[in-house]
Nanobody
């Protein structure tokens, strides 16, 4: 069971990035998926966006990213995406994906939270 995040990088304020999270070893389409971020070691991990598993029709976002970020999924590719537009310096963080709908619960089969992907927004 594995989740691998990618797509982060350094971007100027106002720029865009698309993050990807590829799952393997489990029935990806059966799980809701979420993106979380952690701004610095020792700071809490916060929910960014979630998408459900059934038809991907239900999504939710933290207020600070509404209208700028879009979560989507492609079950055929076992991948969940986070399209991030109009990026701000306060979006700087390590971004992680998790198989939940915002609870923060990580099933034991998935092991510990991985490396994530670093997003840095700076001029």
């Amino acid at each position: 069971v594995q989740l691998v995040e990618s797509g982060g990088g350094l971007v100027q304020p106002g720029g865009s990035l698309t993050l990807s999270c590829v799952g393997s070893g489990f029935s990806f389409s059966r799980y809701a998926m979420s993106w979380y971020r952690q701004a610095a070691p020792g700071k809490g991990r916060e929910l960014v966006a979630s998408i459900n598993s059934i038809g991907s029709s239900s999504t939710k976002y933290r207020d600070s990213v509404k209208g700028r970020f879009t979560i989507s999924r492609d079950n055929a590719k076992n991948t969940v995406y986070l399209q991030m537009n109009s990026l701000k310096p306060e979006d700087t963080a390590v971004y992680y994906c998790n198989p939940d709908y915002g609870s923060g619960y990580r099933p034991p089969d998935f092991g510990s939270w991985g490396q994530g992907t670093q997003v840095t927004v700076s001029s």
